[in-house]
């Protein structure tokens, strides 16, 4: 593991800032109707940026191309945030507050919300597959079918269907482990595998960075729903509270505050595991991002 702190702060404050910079770059304001100004309030200027630091931390274990993994980088956070203004939307969960500030909806109205998400989706793919030989077919093809299959029908987008289909439902452990490794783990389970596409990691190592993928995703969840009900809004940047006010299935509400912290400690450690597993020489970036994970204030 990472024995430097102040180094893996040091890595993450330079790959947040190269993922912003990229951001910016590639979410253009010169879409019609400010439908592009839409766009880059959803993408910039707030977040951890966590899925596009596992693309990175994992493209470099495996060093993979640096160019390629930038732009899945991006790509991810950009699924990310189309997802996030849509589920904030009023026909969703109806939130108010993003990142510390109004919702994409609030903003700039219902219409633009929906059209912003939908671009930034598309844009998303077309990152991966540039015309000027970033990134080659064969692993631009990779890439597209990794974080569709995350985001579609069997992952984000399934889960957050089971979600809304559950408020007022009591869910039993395993079924709310299903939910949301679709609904969250999905995309941060991809966003490893994703960086690991761009280099040459043989099989044995795939199946120990999906195990890891898996295990970080599940813990990230668990996570949240402690912080929803021990942090304060101002704190988290989103309304603090509201999966109990909309009477949503929670690992706090099945197994109570303590358990839940509980057992995202375990699931933390089971990601370590596969880590230590995977006979990649220097993880110690990756062990941090679990460590963060699971120890993050907000």
């Given at each position: 593991?990472?024995?430097?702190?102040?180094?893996?702060?040091?890595?993450?404050?330079?790959?947040?800032?190269?993922?912003?910079?990229?951001?910016s770059?590639?979410?253009?304001?010169?879409?019609?109707?400010?439908l592009?100004?839409?766009?880059?309030y959803?993408?910039?200027?707030?977040?951890?940026?966590?899925?596009?630091?596992?693309?990175?931390?994992?493209?470099?274990?495996?060093?993979?191309?640096?160019?390629?993994?930038?732009?899945?980088?991006?790509?991810?956070?950009?699924?990310?945030?189309?997802?996030?203004?849509?589920?904030?939307?009023?026909?969703?969960?109806?939130?108010?507050?993003?990142?510390?500030?109004?919702?994409v909806?609030?903003?700039?109205?219902?219409?633009?919300?929906?059209?912003?998400?939908?671009?930034?989706?598309?844009?998303?793919?077309?990152l991966?597959?540039?015309?000027?030989?970033?990134?080659?077919?064969?692993?631009?093809?990779?890439?597209?079918?990794?974080?569709?299959?995350?985001?579609?029908?069997?992952?984000?987008?399934?889960?957050?269907?089971?979600?809304?289909?559950?408020?007022?439902?009591v869910?039993?452990q395993?079924?709310?482990?299903?939910?949301?490794?679709?609904?969250?783990?999905?995309?941060?389970?991809?966003?490893?595998?994703?960086?690991?596409?761009?280099?040459?990691?043989?099989?044995?190592?795939?199946?120990?960075?999906?195990?890891?993928?898996?295990?970080?995703?599940?813990?990230?969840q668990?996570?949240?729903?402690?912080?929803?009900?021990?942090?304060?809004?101002?704190?988290?940047?989103?309304?603090?509270?509201?999966?109990?006010?909309?009477?949503?299935?929670?690992?706090?509400?099945?197994?109570?505050?303590?358990?839940?912290?509980?057992?995202?400690?375990s699931?933390?450690?089971?990601?370590?595991?596969?880590?230590?597993?995977?006979?990649?020489?220097?993880?110690g970036?990756?062990?941090?991002?679990?460590?963060?994970?699971?120890?993050?204030?907000?």
């Amino acid at each position: 593991m990472l024995s430097d702190q102040g180094a893996f702060v040091a890595w993450r404050q330079a790959r947040q800032d190269a993922v912003e910079a990229a951001l910016s770059e590639w979410v253009s304001a010169d879409a019609p109707a400010g439908l592009g100004d839409a766009m880059r309030y959803a993408v910039l200027d707030g977040g951890k940026r966590l899925r596009p630091l596992l693309v990175l931390a994992a493209s470099e274990a495996v060093a993979g191309s640096a160019e390629a993994a930038m732009r899945a980088a991006c790509a991810v956070e950009l699924i990310h945030a189309y997802s996030l203004v849509h589920d904030d939307m009023p026909c969703m969960d109806n939130d108010v507050l993003r990142r510390g500030k109004p919702t994409v909806h609030v903003r700039y109205g219902e219409a633009q919300a929906l059209l912003a998400g939908d671009a930034l989706q598309a844009l998303a793919f077309e990152l991966l597959v540039p015309d000027d030989g970033s990134v080659g077919p064969a692993m631009a093809a990779q890439l597209c079918r990794q974080m569709a299959r995350a985001a579609g029908a069997n992952g984000m987008a399934g889960g957050q269907a089971v979600d809304l289909a559950s408020v007022g439902h009591v869910l039993d452990q395993p079924a709310l482990e299903a939910m949301h490794r679709k609904k969250t783990g999905a995309l941060l389970q991809a966003s490893v595998l994703m960086g690991a596409a761009t280099g040459q990691a043989d099989r044995d190592v795939l199946v120990h960075l999906a195990r890891y993928g898996a295990s970080l995703g599940l813990a990230f969840q668990v996570v949240d729903d402690v912080l929803d009900v021990t942090a304060d809004s101002a704190t988290l940047g989103k309304t603090a509270g509201k999966d109990a006010a909309a009477d949503k299935p929670t690992f706090v509400s099945l197994l109570g505050l303590e358990a839940a912290q509980a057992y995202a400690d375990s699931v933390i450690d089971e990601a370590h595991q596969a880590l230590d597993h995977s006979g990649l020489p220097d993880a110690g970036i990756l062990h941090a991002l679990a460590d963060w994970v699971g120890r993050r204030a907000y």
